[in-house]
């Protein structure tokens, strides 16, 4: 009952972490360092973010494209709070801030179906490990925007960078965003493959197929293998090629792009789409 009853305050949980993120991204935007007001605005918003999204799994727990994304935005957004103690400069917060914003509304608007009762204690783990994949490219994706446009300004010259723009003068360097965004890719790549692993061999413990090759030749493994293979490539390239550059993020939006369709691209055809839920 009383989980019950902390269901109602869910929109209002919502609407409070996205204006929460939405003024943290007003304060955030244009500055180089994090202030009090910004750091305590975004934790306020992830904290906010983090109860929403334990209560979306909870009586009932339900799961879909806007949960999916929902989850995704907020791993991220850890992931560059860890990375931030180290790399202080790195001009993604008001980026992520607006992208939790979006991303908590989509998951109260379209909160999926209620979620089946686990056939096996490895479902609730191979989710986990799914999403944490997710949350990882998805901060290798920002880091590869975020060579591109250091890559930009290098080619624009030295009086672009001192216009002081919001990622001006005090970006990192382009070397420094490149070893991140294949540290992010390398470790998503882990997770990713332990999953895919998971679900080849334990299809039938975790979805119920009669057979294994019913899991392997769904939607979602294919849309998973493609990415896994894009991704597999690009970090062999990387290795023994030398790839870098342009290339490189290309290879890393087609990579998560494949990735997304795997669950979100689907779910969101069946919900929004097709209204199946």
């Given at each position: 009952?009383?989980v019950?009853s902390a269901?109602?305050?869910?929109?209002?949980l919502?609407f409070?972490?996205?204006?929460?993120?939405l003024a943290a991204?007003?304060?955030c935007?244009?500055r180089t360092?994090?202030?009090?007001g910004?750091?305590?605005?975004l934790g306020?918003?992830a904290?906010?973010?983090?109860?929403v999204?334990?209560?979306g799994l909870t009586?009932?727990p339900?799961?879909?494209?806007g949960p999916?994304?929902s989850?995704?935005?907020?791993?991220?957004?850890?992931a560059?709070?860890i990375e931030?103690?180290?790399?202080?400069?790195?001009?993604?917060?008001w980026r992520?801030?607006?992208t939790g914003?979006?991303?908590?509304?989509?998951a109260?608007l379209?909160?999926?179906?209620?979620f089946?009762t686990?056939?096996s204690d490895?479902l609730?783990?191979?989710?986990?490990?799914g999403?944490?994949?997710y949350?990882?490219?998805?901060v290798?994706?920002?880091h590869a925007?975020?060579?591109t446009?250091a890559?930009a300004?290098?080619?624009e010259?030295?009086?672009?960078?001192r216009?002081g723009a919001?990622?001006?003068?005090r970006?990192l360097p382009?070397l420094?965003?490149?070893?991140?965004?294949?540290?992010?890719?390398s470790?998503?790549?882990?997770?990713?493959?332990i999953?895919?692993?998971?679900g080849?061999?334990?299809?039938e413990q975790?979805y119920?197929?009669i057979?294994?090759?019913?899991w392997?030749?769904?939607h979602?493994t294919i849309?998973?293998?493609?990415?896994w293979?894009?991704?597999?490539?690009?970090l062999?390239?990387?290795?023994?090629l030398g790839?870098?550059g342009?290339?490189?993020?290309?290879?890393?939006?087609a990579?998560?792009?494949l990735?997304l369709?795997s669950?979100?691209g689907?779910h969101?055809?069946?919900e929004?789409i097709?209204r199946r839920?």
């Open positions: 009952m009383i019950a269901q109602s305050y869910v929109p209002i919502t409070a972490s996205a204006l929460a993120y991204a007003g304060v935007h244009g360092q994090l202030s009090r910004g750091a305590v605005l306020v918003a904290l906010l973010h983090a109860v999204i334990g209560l009586n009932p339900r799961f879909g494209f999916a994304l989850m995704t935005a907020w791993l991220a957004l850890l560059y709070a931030s103690i180290n790399y202080p400069l790195l001009q993604l917060r992520l801030a607006v914003a979006v991303t908590v509304l989509l109260w379209f909160p999926g179906a209620p089946k686990p056939s490895l609730p783990l191979h989710l986990a490990l999403l944490a994949s949350g990882l490219f998805a290798a994706v920002w925007w975020l060579m446009r890559e300004r290098m080619r010259g030295p009086a672009l960078l216009e919001d990622d001006g003068p970006m382009l420094t965003l490149e070893r991140l965004t294949f540290h992010f890719v470790l998503g790549f882990v997770l990713l493959t999953t895919i692993l998971q080849w061999f334990f299809s975790l119920g197929a057979t294994s090759s019913q392997r030749w769904s979602k849309f998973s293998l493609l990415s293979v894009v991704f597999a490539a690009l062999w390239g990387r290795h023994s790839w870098r342009q290339r490189a993020v290309r290879m890393v939006y990579g998560a792009g990735l369709l669950y979100v689907y969101f055809v069946l929004v097709l839920g």
